[in-house]
């Protein structure tokens, strides 16, 4: 079946322009070498691997890369970006595109992930810091298992891996303004 | 005062953003303008007629074309005022197309600004008075920079047009890179079979004089006439008696890097670069040399059966006058070894580049063609390649193609099929660049009859493992990725220039990229001229070539070095400094920034010494008029009055 480029799919250019505005690299730039692909970590598990989903971008296949397991699981490591001969940080483009994922509520096939992700993330911003305890049961309850991995838990605690007590830090709202610019306005 | 303007509309090119018709009218209207017309191609034949007609039905004195750019058409109105019968110099041309409308998209505007232009033009016209040309004789001797294809083939067709060349190589032989290469696309032909004759006819040539391990020192003069100091280095061996036996390089017990071979082997402190080199002389290398280092050897100088050599020798510094010169100082490979601490950064003894390999295959190489890699000497099997690297990447600063990486990993692919023929080569591409003749079908029959897997893809990472290297890169046609046990990795290099290009680009006093490749003076329309009369280019120094485009090139460069110097004078331009020796006050502030040493001190009558300017040295530009302090000496053509009368104009 024929692809369909940006001009046929609605909002496809607007979407890329987006993802290059927000993140502030240029996705027409990458010439397809591979680079970015020959030693990424992610790929095994990826529908797409880095190159494909920025040749999509390109074409404006907006829809498929938002709702491709890479969006979702691409975990940023970042090897992509340090090899790109262009210098694009594909790994931030696969970010905003995972963003603008959540904005627009697409939940994708790996919804744990994106659970986790999520939950990690709101957690990080309400506390300031990361506060195990409540990430674990959080997940637990959203996931429908409340008693997974339940066993671990004296022993977790015993070794101090986690702590009851949310953390304090100073400093809080200074986390809430990162969270604000990043997102690009409150949500 | 008879003054005419011709307004030029250059298709739509000027008459879509300017009207040039209101042009007209507002020249019209000024004093002195008897005639004022708009003309669609005022370059074309009907255009310049309608001009010689104006100026002649008329009797117009002066003219004031308002086109393009006066680099483009400059001396194409000057020789139709000529033929008008007006001095050629009673012409302005004003620029109303780059300066105009190619820049400005606002009708009435971009209109307003061409009148200004124009108005301005017209002042400057007004005071103008005719000037006329004088000739100086030419040196009727070539000098060629670079020893490489390039040079060989500029020297050797200058010389055989009847003009003595003297061709300049900092090595000890000439040769160049394409020396070193084994065989050469896209026929396979053998490159020393085919350099090495010509650099013997270079030799034996009687209009060419071979000038090895000498660099350009200095640079003084204009087309025509330069002055060019020449730096002989020493080499501690007298050329003269050196009869190419190789007895000192046999017994010399200083171990130093084998250059020719990039590096792949050792040479000694004195040498033969190559078995073919030209001319068949030793140099000794100073910084290796245990006599130089440690005060104790001279094992050279007991065993040389010619008693040349010569530890006292010293630099030698020689000046020549030549007419013209040709530029031809070729690349060097990009050192890869920083950019790419993921291919190993030069750790892995078994990563080379493909002038390395072309040395390993090659049967005057160090292991005489037999294939064997650096680390244990084993013959690879599994061959990867990896183009350009150093080339097409914007994250180490070299977005540009290095133009024949493509081809000649084609080439050593098939080489590598033929040297050890069950072995198995893999190419890692971004696009295949094949463009020239016969090119495309070359690379098709690497993969077709030879075998190579051509992978499109870059390549992340190389790392060892068992005694092998991995290779871990992408094929981007089945998007995924790729893993390959190699037993050499071959990477193509970029192009860099040569190294002091820079340097010898500013002696010269041409201009160069960011590269330091040699800038031509139009890409197009003058690709061998340099933006220095009498100053021309050959060969990969002006950006990375092949040897068909190298040698074509060269021979270009000769053809126009030929017809500059088949003229006894030259003409040269009588817009020229000149003093008003009654008001000078002989401080020389003119003749100390004259850059073209111009500038000489005469005695008056009345015994006071003033500045002259010498006419056919002064190239009008104009630095000593802003020198000197009473205002004195000025630019005809560019006179202060003109210059003030312009600015008026536009101030009006
Ligand atoms: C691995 C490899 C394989 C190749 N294979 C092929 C092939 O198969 N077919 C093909 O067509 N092309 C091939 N090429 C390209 C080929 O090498 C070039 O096209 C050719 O050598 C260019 O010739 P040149 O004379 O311009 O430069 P060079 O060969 O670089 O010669 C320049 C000369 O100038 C001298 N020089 C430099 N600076 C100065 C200075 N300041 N003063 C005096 N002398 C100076 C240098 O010492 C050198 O001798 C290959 C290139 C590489 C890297
Ligand atoms: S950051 Fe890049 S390299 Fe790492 S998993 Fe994601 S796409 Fe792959
Ligand atoms: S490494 Fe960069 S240029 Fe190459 S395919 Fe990936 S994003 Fe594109
Ligand atoms: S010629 Fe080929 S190897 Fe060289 S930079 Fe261009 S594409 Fe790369
Ligand atoms: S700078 Fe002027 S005053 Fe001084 S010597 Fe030159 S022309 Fe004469």
Redesign the pocket.
Known sequence: MAIRVSSTVPGGADVVADIERRSGERVSACYQCGRCTSTCTGAFAFDYPPHRIMRMLQLGQVDEVLNSRTAQICYDCMTCSTRCPMNIDVANVIEHAKMIADERGIEGDEKEIRLFRLAFLKNVRRHGRLHEARLLTWINFRSFRPFNDLSLVPLILRRKKIHIVPPRIKNRQEVHRIFREINGGDK | MRIGVFVCECGTNIAATVSTGKVVDAALSMRDVLHAESIQYTCSDPGQRAVIDAIQKKGLTRVVIASCSPRMHENTFRRTVGRAGLNAYMMEMVNIREHCSWIHSDIDEATDKAIDLMQKGVARVRRQVPLHSTTVPVTKRVLVVGGGVAGIQAALDIADAGLPVTLVERGPSIGGNMARLDKTFPTLDCSSCILTPRMVEAAQHENIELMVSSEVEQVRGYIGNFDVDIRRKATCVDAEKCTGCMICQEKCPGKAPDEFNAGVGQSKAISIPFPQAVPLVAALRKEHCRLFIKGKCSVCKKVCPADAIDYEQEDRIETEKFGAIVVATGYELFDWRESYPDYGGGQYPDVVTALQYERMLSASGPNGGHVQRPSDGKEPKNVVFISCVGSRDESVGRPLCCSVGCMYIAKQAILTKEHIPDSQSYVFYIDIRAGGKGYEEFTRRAQRDFGAIYLRGRVGKIYPSNGNLVVMGTDTLSAEQVEIDADLVVLATGFAAAEGAGELARKLNISYDQYEFFSESHPKLRPVETTTGGVFLAGACQGPKDIPDTVAQASASAAKVIGLLSRGELETSPMVAA???M?????????DVCPYGA?EAVELRDGRE??NVIDSLCQGCGV?NV???????SLKGYTDGQLIAETMELLR
């Open positions: 003093v008003n020796q008001r000078c006050t002989g401080c020389f502030k003119c003749r500038i003033v500045a000593c020198a000197c302090p009473p205002a004195v000496i």
